[in-house]
């Protein structure tokens, strides 16, 4: 595995953590629209195979995709909409508590009480169209009432009214080179060039104010960039355009434009899919152009065409980084995924501490 070397202010390396994953929280599993009927569908979430349904009364379930008893996978057996029954010896399980209630094989001598018995079920709630599962730590017991876990991450919405689109895309690298990805400024004109967005000659550069936010840190309030079209277009509606950008752990990118009563807002997380692979999420609001019609089928395009640009590149640098190179990160360009890389350590061994102690001001080209 790779490792990333930093370099520190006065230029000499250190070296940063490797590929670890973030247990204790919530991922999004796959869109919950697809759990429909009696039709069980399976997802891989850090490396743990997941079973996922609908009971019949809309409530949503995943389940460990392994039977507690001699561990065939449970996607391969049966549901009804109210139970999973296992395809090798029948055992019945109630899918959102994984409690066992029938084995069949029992006798009237026998004295073993399913109700005993649990299959491994995790938290799992329904929002913004993603089935979002929590994903306990080793040792970490049966964990199923929410109030005692982490808050469910959720898109913010500003009215009542709104459209929606999601996009979704594998990437062939680990979560860390997929979450700084993300939060990379300097790759945009290279990456991302395109007659409607921006080219190499529009570089320029950039001075941004960041701030720490709980487990994060928030790139504050300015008015976008100029230099890039759908921006600009948002200037028809004649008021100041203000966007914030969140990143927080594990792996969320909270994005908001506001522009007086019209705006914009994205949440992208970058999944370990197992600990050497991950996708990538957005889902995005808007009530900006609320009534014309082709604009959800132009932003998705549009969204699609982003999303795919940064999809090959990661597999252009997997192919580079299957040789073990070593790495850098520089200042001030990828100083957000320096702070990513503290604040996952201060979260992985629990000192709490933030790499940053106020406000600080980035600069760079792009
Ligand atoms: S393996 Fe599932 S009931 Fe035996
Ligand atoms: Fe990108």
Redesign the pocket.
Known sequence: MARLVTLDAAGSSITGPTATLIYDDWYPALRSDRLRGNSLHTAMLLDFPLVLGRRRDGRIFAMRDS?P????PLSVGWFDGEHVT??????EFEPCSGQCEAIPSLTRVDRLDPTKIYASAYPCVERDGYAWVYIPGAGAGRKLDLADLRPVPELAKYSPKYRTAHLTADLPCNVDHGIIGLMDPAHGPFVHQAWWWRSRGSIREKTKKFEPIPEGFRMAAHAPSGNSAPYKLLGVYGEPVQTTIDFQLPNRRYETIRCGSKWFTSLTTVTPVTASTCRIDVVAAWNVFYHLPLVTPIAKFFGAKFVRQDQVTMIQQAEGLRHNPSLMLIDDADKPAKWYFALKQARIDGSGKHPMDGPVELHWRS
């Open positions: 039977c008893h001699r561990g065939i296992c395809r090798y010896h029948g055992w």
